[in-house]
């Protein structure tokens, strides 16, 4: 049965019989007045459509040495997050508190539906049908987003799994989905034309978790526009696993398989800049292991049979192109070359490819940079990046030659341990086992890294990012906390046991104590050994550590100081860090859960 899409005249293509959906397609049309609607069916035709139309349109450059590939470059002030504008609008402040922006949710509403009026005016407004996950799930999560932003179509196209037949299976169970309204904000009045980046200075990236909607309005980019990723995957369904115990989190999911075949699959959280995609496609360095990954980014974690088992909801990576090589990450370099991919913001090559920083160790001799400049590695001696810091590649998930089958299993696999890790130069030890949920969780909480140069503001500042989860959680972080608490007690024996891992930790001459990189498979094979009962550890006050000799070191280029440097727990640094850690829960008020107060304590008399 075909239905009628909406009750306005706008010119349409396809349509829907889900009532409920037709109906706020119908609204959104009325307030944004768009000259058509395109029902988007997922479809290579479709894509083959969108890509040349943008190409045309001068959003697009075709890659001519990569194939079905295109280079787009944003509006210079359009060019990532915008977490400022970021708001989760619960029905009362308490709701959003204390990490997120907060307004009321009829206020916002108001002031957004003045924004939309008629935002879409000359352009296409396109709804996409998607789900997170997979359509075979046990409980398919399904997403709709109408946009006016053709780049965001054929992004979705690679990050979700989208179309037709996620429509039809909506319709034929009247699924409940969550709602994602996108506008870039750039309305077209008759004959005047479109720039290649359409943007708005005012930017607004609003959720009604209460609501599962999501409102955005004023960019183009990424996590601002892209809404299955951030903002339905993590901030919505944070809300969802809340209500519905179960687990949203910012994690990606390794499958590693020891030399007996024994496979463990790991989840892990780590705030930006501490080599999370390169854990994820991690290239282990001891012989016999084979590490495969089912996630880069995001854990969607289900209890079942006794265990937690977890989904990678995404289809793509979109991952940050600089310093991604063949030294660094040889699989994603691989990934990229399959082709079917959109680059943002990377430098071009004359002949049609593409370059960032980090790629390769020489820069090619000529370059048109993310601004549309010429470019030669002269520029980057004086200081001139090619690439935007934060410019991404995104590219089908399945294009990654370490991607393990069950990425396509649609209920997900069973998830042994959780790591959490960040950047530190002192203190935090190259790797604790937590002794218990309630402590795994006290660490999950109190995750740090030092800021980088990567980012605006001081260099080498300890901030603190729960669960690296601190910009995505959707409703009150101590009650967030509380969350993870519960579920220990909910599902005792199910839960994963917990590690913190921390690559950066530097020895006396200031240099890296541990080589990182591939050479992380060792820490690997301990956590293994110890989830196998394989190895003891050595309990301290902040946890279990590896015993003397029981990490794997055969082969590997790090004197014996460095190691100690790299894995020494110092007592004088921890009570350093002690006040640090209090004066950071005092953020969460009385929502800080009682559980956490207690590991604090534990841990002040520990050190005692
Ligand atoms: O821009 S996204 O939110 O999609 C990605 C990121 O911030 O890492
Ligand atoms: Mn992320």
């Given at each position: 049965?075909?239905?009628?899409?909406?009750?306005?005249?706008?010119?349409?293509?396809?349509?829907?019989?889900?009532?409920?959906?037709?109906?706020?397609?119908?609204?959104?049309?009325?307030l944004?007045?768009?000259?058509r609607?395109?029902?988007?069916?997922?479809?290579?035709?479709?894509?083959?459509?969108?890509?040349?139309?943008?190409?045309?349109?001068?959003?697009?450059?075709?890659?001519?040495?990569k194939?079905?590939?295109?280079?787009?470059?944003?509006?210079?002030?359009?060019?990532?997050?915008?977490e400022?504008?970021?708001?989760?609008?619960?029905?009362?402040?308490?709701?959003?508190?204390?990490?997120?922006?907060w307004?009321?949710?009829?206020?916002?509403?108001?002031?957004?539906?003045?924004?939309?009026?008629?935002?879409?005016?000359?352009?296409?407004?396109?709804?996409?049908?998607?789900?997170?996950?997979?359509?075979?799930?046990?409980?398919?999560?399904?997403?709709?987003e109408?946009?006016?932003?053709?780049?965001?179509?054929?992004?979705?196209h690679?990050?979700?799994?989208?179309?037709?037949?996620?429509?039809?299976q909506?319709?034929?169970?009247?699924?409940?989905?969550v709602?994602?309204?996108?506008?870039?904000?750039?309305?077209?009045e008759?004959?005047?034309?479109?720039?290649p980046?359409?943007?708005?200075?005012?930017?607004?990236?609003?959720?009604?978790?209460?609501?599962?909607?999501?409102?955005?309005?004023?960019?183009?980019?990424?996590?601002?526009?892209?809404?299955?990723?951030k903002c339905?995957?993590?901030?919505?369904?944070?809300?969802?696993?809340?209500?519905?115990?179960?687990?949203?989190?910012?994690?990606?999911?390794?499958?590693?398989?020891?030399?007996?075949?024994?496979?463990?699959?790991?989840?892990?959280?780590?705030?930006?800049a501490?080599?999370?995609?390169?854990?994820?496609?991690?290239e282990?360095?001891i012989?016999?292991?084979?590490?495969?990954?089912?996630?880069?980014?995001i854990?969607?974690?289900?209890?079942?049979?006794?265990?937690?088992?977890?989904?990678?909801?995404e289809?793509?990576?979109?991952?940050?192109?600089?310093?991604?090589?063949?030294?660094?990450?040889?699989?994603?370099?691989?990934a990229?070359?399959?082709?079917?991919?959109?680059?943002?913001?990377?430098?071009?090559?004359?002949?049609?490819?593409?370059?960032?920083?980090?790629?390769?160790?020489?820069?090619?001799?000529?370059?048109?940079?993310?601004?549309?400049?010429?470019?030669?590695?002269?520029?980057?001696?004086?200081?001139?990046l090619s690439?935007?810091?934060?410019?991404?590649?995104c590219?089908?998930?399945?294009?990654?030659?370490?991607?393990?089958?069950?990425?396509?299993?649609?209920?997900?696999v069973?998830?042994?341990?959780?790591?959490?890790?960040?950047?530190?130069?002192?203190?935090?030890?190259?790797?604790?086992?937590?002794?218990?949920?309630?402590?795994?969780?006290?660490i999950?909480?109190?995750?740090?890294?030092?800021?980088?140069?990567?980012?605006?503001?001081?260099?080498g500042?300890?901030?603190?990012?729960?669960m690296?989860?601190?910009?995505?959680?959707?409703?009150?972080?101590?009650d967030?906390?509380?969350?993870?608490?519960?579920?220990?007690?909910?599902?005792?024996?199910?839960?994963?046991?917990?590690?913190l891992?921390?690559?950066?930790?530097?020895?006396?001459?200031?240099?890296?104590?541990?080589?990182?990189?591939g050479?992380?498979s060792?820490?690997?094979?301990?956590?293994?050994?110890?989830l196998?009962?394989?190895?003891?550890?050595?309990?301290?006050?902040?946890?279990?550590?590896?015993?003397?000799?029981?990490?794997?070191t055969?082969?590997?280029?790090?004197?014996?100081?460095?190691?100690?440097?790299?894995?020494?727990?110092?007592?004088?640094?921890?009570?350093a860090?002690?006040?640090?850690?209090?004066?950071?829960?005092?953020?969460?008020?009385?929502?800080?859960?009682p559980?956490?107060?207690?590991?604090l304590?534990?841990?002040?008399k520990?050190?005692?």
């Amino acid at each position: 049965m075909t239905a009628t899409t909406t009750t306005t005249n706008i010119p349409t293509t396809g349509g829907t019989s889900h009532a409920e959906l037709a109906q706020w397609v119908a609204e959104v049309a009325e307030l944004t007045t768009p000259d058509r609607i395109v029902w988007c069916d997922g479809s290579r035709a479709e894509w083959d459509q969108l890509t040349s139309d943008l190409v045309d349109s001068g959003t697009f450059v075709r890659l001519e040495q990569k194939p079905n590939s295109f280079w787009a470059a944003s509006d210079p002030t359009d060019v990532a997050r915008v977490e400022d504008r970021t708001y989760i609008c619960s029905p009362d402040e308490q709701g959003a508190g204390p990490t997120n922006n907060w307004m009321d949710p009829d206020e916002m509403k108001g002031l957004m539906s003045d924004l939309y009026r008629g935002c879409m005016r000359g352009r296409t407004m396109y709804v996409i049908p998607f789900v997170m996950g997979h359509l075979e799930a046990d409980i398919p999560m399904y997403g709709v987003e109408i946009t006016d932003s053709a780049y965001v179509v054929v992004s979705m196209h690679i990050m979700a799994r989208v179309g037709s037949a996620v429509l039809k299976q909506m319709e034929e169970t009247d699924a409940g989905y969550v709602k994602g309204l996108h506008s870039v904000g750039y309305p077209l009045e008759e004959g005047q034309a479109d720039v290649p980046w359409p943007c708005n200075d005012t930017k607004y990236i609003v959720h009604f978790p209460h609501e599962r909607t999501i409102w955005s309005y004023g960019s183009g980019y990424g996590g601002n526009a892209l809404l299955g990723k951030k903002c339905y995957a993590l901030r919505i369904a944070s809300a969802m696993a809340h209500d519905e115990g179960w687990m949203a989190e910012h994690m990606l999911i390794l499958k590693l398989t020891n030399p007996e075949g024994k496979v463990h699959y790991i989840a892990a959280a780590f705030p930006s800049a501490c080599g999370k995609t390169n854990l994820a496609m991690i290239e282990p360095t001891i012989p016999g292991w084979k590490a495969e990954m089912v996630g880069d980014d995001i854990a969607w974690m289900r209890f079942r049979d006794g265990k937690l088992y977890a989904v990678n909801p995404e289809n793509g990576l979109f991952g940050v192109a600089p310093g991604t090589g063949k030294a660094t990450n040889a699989n994603a370099i691989l990934a990229i070359e399959g082709g079917n991919s959109i680059f943002t913001n990377v430098a071009r090559t004359p002949d049609g490819d593409v370059w960032w920083e980090g790629m390769t160790k020489e820069a090619p001799e000529h370059l048109i940079d993310w601004h549309g400049n010429e470019w030669t590695p002269a520029d980057g001696e004086a200081g001139t990046l090619s690439a935007h810091p934060n410019s991404r590649f995104c590219t089908p998930i399945v294009q990654t030659p370490c991607a393990a089958p069950e990425f396509n299993d649609p209920n997900g696999v069973p998830i042994s341990a959780i790591l959490f890790g960040g950047r530190r130069k002192t203190t935090v030890p190259l790797v604790t086992q937590a002794r218990d949920w309630d402590h795994g969780t006290f660490i999950g909480s109190t995750v740090s890294s030092e800021t980088t140069a990567a980012a605006a503001g001081a260099v080498g500042v300890v901030r603190r990012d729960p669960m690296a989860m601190l910009p995505f959680i959707g409703y009150n972080a101590g009650d967030y906390l509380q969350h993870w608490v519960n579920l220990g007690k909910e599902h005792a024996g199910a839960m994963p046991e917990v590690f913190l891992v921390n690559w950066f930790r530097r020895d006396a001459d200031g240099g890296f104590a541990w080589p990182g990189f591939g050479e992380n498979s060792r820490v690997l094979k301990w956590i293994v050994d110890r989830l196998e009962g394989n190895v003891d550890a050595v309990e301290t006050p902040i946890g279990l550590v590896p015993a003397a000799g029981d990490l794997d070191t055969d082969g590997l280029d790090v004197s014996a100081e460095q190691l100690e440097a790299a894995t020494r727990f110092d007592s004088e640094e921890w009570r350093a860090e002690v006040p640090l850690i209090e004066e950071w829960f005092t953020k969460f008020g009385d929502k800080l859960p009682p559980e956490l107060s207690a590991e604090l304590d534990n841990l002040k008399k520990a050190l005692d």
